[in-house]
């Protein structure tokens, strides 16, 4: 409500046209992010969440199966169009989750919890000079 401008109420009636593909459209999305192209995320959930997150089917391509590695985590994976707006909800999770995959969607939540921990004085805060970081040290961030 708060991004309206402006509203008037007009006497022009809508019909939602006969080929509208109704939810179809939304079978890939998280949230409102919608698209053809699939992204697969894979997550580990810890022992003290699993039945929390198995209670919930949180999304039309939802797989779950244990962890082989872990036996009593929960591997959840999932196809969305796009990680945007599945961030928030795997933060939620805290430290009871790990993304496996994407690669991409790993490394940002690594880059967010190292940046917790300096906020949070848990390490060493760094100087960091953007301006003088080599290519190769990019990767490091």
Known sequence: MERIESIRLTRDEYAVPPD?????????????????????????????VKQRVLETRWHPSQQTRPDPDHPDALLWEVNVADTLDLVPWIR??????????????????????????????????????????????????
Not at 21 to 44: D, F, H, Y
């Open 20 to 48: 509208f593909p109704g939810l179809e459209i939304l079978r890939n999305a998280w949230s409102i992010v919608m698209g053809e192209q699939t992204v697969r995320v894979a997550l580990r959930f810890s022992p003290q």
């Open 92 to 141: 939620s999770w805290g430290a009871d989750v790990e993304v496996l995959e994407p690669e991409g969607l790993r490394k940002a939540l690594v880059r967010e919890a190292q940046s917790l921990a300096e906020l949070y004085r848990v390490v060493e805060m760094k100087k960091r000079l953007f301006a003088h970081i080599r290519e190769k040290d990019k990767e490091k961030q």
